[in-house]
């Protein structure tokens, strides 16, 4: 999620949000090839004013580390807005001097959080999925907008962890008032079941996925025995 710091705390103006597929590679069972996957977030969001579809990360030829896929969005941020600027300062030049004065008495660089389920959270705790210095890095650098999940107290493990509690003020909470339990792998193996899902995802996601037979019982089993592949390079072990 892209946004410009707060004038007050924990108070944010939201620029994008950024949905990002994972490579093929990253080794998950059942995980479909990235063309039918970006196909489908696009066709999902073909009606938000605010969500894209970026396929960098799915167009790398290996598994890309979360730390490194934001990194690549914030460089890509600071980049869209320092042309922009330079836009704005071209547009009206005799008003660049007062523009240079006031962002640098009030900068407006925009920052990026990552924002995952209550349930991301607990992964942190996984051994060896994790490398200490990219958890550091992320919430640190970047921060988390973490949404509640049923049977998940986010809260409490954050306090249970002393680099996530170090970081607490760069871990944003939200909490669902209207809870939504739509599972994908239920919606996947209803789909290998020959069940309807219609209403629990987009109809034009659901003409794709019959079109081109994307979800069945032997797409089910790709990847099936593999460990992920975070898991099979050599990592650091984590103290949470």
């Given amino acids: 999620?892209?946004?410009?710091?707060?004038?007050?705390?924990?108070?944010?103006?939201?620029?994008?949000?950024?949905?990002s597929p994972v490579s093929d590679n990253y080794g998950k069972k059942g995980l479909v090839s990235a063309r039918h996957r970006v196909a489908m977030a696009?066709?999902?969001?073909?009606?938000s004013d605010w969500i894209r579809?970026?396929?960098?990360?799915?167009?790398?030829?290996?598994?890309?580390?979360?730390?490194k896929v934001l990194r690549h969005h914030y460089n890509e941020a600071l980049r869209a807005f320092q042309t922009k600027k330079e836009f704005m300062r071209d547009r009206h030049?005799?008003?660049?001097?007062?523009?240079?004065?006031l962002s640098c008495q009030q900068p407006v660089?925009?920052?990026?959080?990552?924002?995952?389920?209550?349930?991301?959270?607990?992964?942190?705790?996984?051994?060896?999925?994790?490398?200490?210095?990219?958890i550091k890095e992320i919430v640190?650098?970047?921060?988390?907008?973490?949404?509640?999940?049923?049977?998940s107290d986010p809260s409490q493990f954050i306090q249970e962890s002393d680099l996530l509690s170090k970081y607490q003020h760069n871990i944003f909470l939200v909490r669902?008032?209207?809870?939504?339990?739509?599972?994908?792998?239920?919606?996947?193996?209803a789909?290998?079941?020959?069940?309807?899902?219609?209403y629990l995802i987009p109809d034009s996601v659901i003409a794709y996925i019959a079109q081109h037979n994307v979800y069945t019982a032997e797409s089910e089993r790709s990847n099936e025995g593999q460990l992920l592949q975070p898991l099979r390079l050599p990592n650091t072990t984590i103290n949470l």
């Fill in 176 to 189: 669902e008032w209207i809870q939504n339990e739509i599972s994908a792998t239920q919606i996947r193996s």
């Fill in 1 to 19: 999620m892209n946004a410009y710091p707060p004038p007050y705390r924990r108070r944010y103006q939201v620029i994008e949000g950024i949905m």
């Fill in 53 to 67: 579809v970026d396929p960098w990360e799915s167009e790398q030829d290996t598994w890309t580390e979360t730390v």
């Fill in 109 to 134: 660089l925009p920052e990026l959080k990552l924002l995952c389920g209550a349930d991301f959270l607990q992964t942190f705790k996984t051994p060896n999925l994790w490398k200490e210095e990219d």
């Fill in 42 to 47: 696009k066709l999902a969001l073909e009606t």
């Fill in 93 to 101: 030049p005799t008003e660049s001097s007062t523009e240079d004065s």
């Fill in 191 to 198: 789909l290998c079941r020959g069940l309807s899902v219609k």
């Fill in 140 to 151: 640190e650098k970047f921060g988390l907008v973490c949404v509640s999940r049923a049977g």
